[in-house]
């Protein structure tokens, strides 16, 4: 097994600094600390080098929040030195995790994400007549800090790097020993790294040809029910013996012509539509960014920036006129809203 060394230094690198700084400001220009930090930009960046290559870079300095998005979850955000710190690592880590990961793994890479995700599991949805649905209960709170350095050991062989992945882990725990957070960048890639010898268990030993995971919700595609059950077993004990995990009780497994619920949407064999829940989600949002903007709370680049990502969603699915009908009953704004423009609500 190659493993990949000398990165720790290149992770201070002033043009990787540099490259990470451009990366945590997106979206987040007109933030205090973001000012505060480029008002002194480089000074900034050669603190941060220097503390890097010193090995006393300050960690685990955290908000913590709670989101309802749709259900209630603890956000833990780090303060945005600290997140330019993670994106300097994943500038230079992120290959290396990449090139382990399987196909049909689709959560924090490049070139793949939810709507590939969602296009592959329709494929499946046509191709096969069961699935079986299932996702890790409370995922990111029962990581195991030790299997993750382990597993992490095996693809790098830098100690001065593997340090600070150790370093990065003990600022948080739901447990002794377990847990990241959610909302942090490290977090997000370290979560989606830990089951990816789950992957590999399923397609190389298990050799299931019909296979999709976005993070912690995975589906398996199979001719018959019988041998899905027996598969159902078999990952509940391998997940527990090798990963200490548990599946959430809430399985699925159905006939693909019924359609699957599968990250928001409602997917079909050759068709994808808005799930109840993102349809209901989208109403509240939507009424929400709208009344902040005409009480004077948002300005229109707020409105858009929030307002298009909630549009983009929807267009994922068939969803023209469930968003014009949005938009004839609750539009308040005369003329465009911001960030919903005309082809958002025909595409």
Same mark, same amino acid.
């Given at each position: 097994?190659?493993?990949?060394?000398?990165l720790?230094?290149k992770?201070?690198?002033?043009?990787?600094?540099?490259?990470?700084?451009?990366?945590?400001?997106?979206?987040?220009?007109?933030?205090?600390?973001?000012?505060?930090?480029?008002?002194?930009?480089?000074?900034?960046?050669?603190?941060?080098?220097?503390?890097i $290559?010193? !090995? %006393?870079?300050?960690?685990?300095?955290?908000?913590?929040?709670?989101?309802?998005? =749709?259900?209630?979850? /603890? #956000?833990?955000?780090?303060?945005?030195?600290e997140?330019?710190?993670?994106?300097?690592?994943?500038?230079?880590?992120?290959?290396?995790l990449?090139?382990y990961?399987?196909?049909?793994?689709?959560a924090?890479?490049?070139?793949?994400?939810?709507?590939?995700a969602?296009?592959?599991?329709?494929?499946f949805?046509g191709?096969?007549?069961?699935?079986?649905?299932?996702?890790?209960?409370k995922?990111?709170?029962?990581?195991?800090?030790?299997?993750?350095?382990?597993?992490?050991?095996?693809?790098?062989?830098?100690?001065?790097?593997?340090? $600070?992945? !150790? %370093?990065?882990?003990?600022?948080?725990?739901?447990?002794?020993g377990?847990?990241? =957070?959610?909302?942090? /960048? #490290?977090?997000?890639?370290?979560?989606?790294?830990?089951l990816?010898?789950?992957?590999?268990?399923?397609?190389?030993i298990?050799r299931?040809?019909?296979?999709?995971?976005?993070?912690?919700d995975?589906?398996?595609?199979?001719?018959?029910?019988k041998?899905?059950?027996?598969?159902?077993?078999?990952?509940?004990?391998?997940?527990?013996?090798?990963l200490?995990?548990?599946?959430?009780?809430?399985?699925q497994?159905?006939?693909?012509?019924?359609?699957?619920p599968?990250?928001?949407?409602?997917?079909?064999?050759?068709?994808?539509?808005?799930?109840?829940?993102?349809?209901?989600?989208?109403?509240?949002?939507?009424r929400?960014?709208?009344?902040?903007?005409?009480?004077?709370?948002?300005?229109?680049?707020?409105?858009?920036?929030?307002?298009?990502?909630?549009?983009?969603?929807?267009?994922?699915?068939?969803?023209?006129?469930?968003?014009?009908?949005?938009?004839?009953?609750?539009?308040?704004?005369?003329?465009?809203?911001?960030?919903?423009?005309?082809?958002?609500?025909?595409?």
């Amino acid at each position: 097994m190659k493993r990949t060394g000398n990165l720790y230094y290149k992770i201070a690198e002033p043009d990787n600094l540099r490259l990470a700084f451009s990366k945590a400001v997106k979206g987040k220009q007109d933030r205090p600390e973001v000012m505060q930090f480029r008002a002194n930009f480089e000074s900034n960046i050669m603190a941060l080098r220097q503390e890097i $290559l010193d !090995q %006393r870079v300050n960690l685990g300095d955290y908000r913590f929040f709670h989101v309802h998005d =749709p259900k209630k979850r /603890l #956000i833990c955000a780090a303060c945005f030195r600290e997140r330019v710190l993670h994106h300097a690592i994943m500038n230079v880590c992120e290959q290396t995790l990449d090139a382990y990961a399987v196909f049909d793994s689709y959560a924090c890479r490049k070139g793949k994400g939810g709507r590939k995700a969602i296009s592959r599991a329709e494929m499946f949805l046509g191709r096969f007549p069961w699935y079986l649905k299932l996702d890790i209960a409370k995922y990111f709170n029962s990581i195991d800090h030790e299997i993750l350095m382990r597993q992490l050991e095996r693809r790098f062989k830098d100690r001065d790097l593997l340090a $600070l992945f !150790q %370093r990065i882990l003990n600022t948080y725990s739901t447990q002794p020993g377990k847990g990241v =957070p959610i909302g942090n /960048l #490290i977090s997000q890639h370290m979560a989606n790294f830990y089951l990816g010898c789950f992957d590999h268990w399923i397609k190389e030993i298990r050799r299931i040809r019909g296979y999709v995971r976005y993070m912690d919700d995975f589906v398996l595609w199979g001719a018959e029910k019988k041998a899905l059950k027996e598969e159902l077993r078999r990952i509940e004990r391998w997940l527990k013996e090798n990963l200490d995990l548990k599946l959430n009780r809430k399985i699925q497994l159905n006939r693909c012509a019924r359609g699957m619920p599968f990250l928001g949407y409602r997917v079909y064999p050759g068709s994808v539509r808005l799930a109840t829940a993102s349809r209901k989600r989208f109403v509240r949002k939507f009424r929400k960014y709208e009344n902040a903007f005409l009480k004077g709370e948002w300005s229109e680049e707020t409105l858009s920036r929030h307002m298009t990502p909630l549009v983009e969603f929807t267009r994922g699915a068939k969803s023209a006129g469930f968003r014009r009908n949005v938009m004839t009953r609750f539009g308040r704004i005369e003329g465009q809203t911001p960030g919903f423009s005309p082809k958002a609500r025909t595409a």
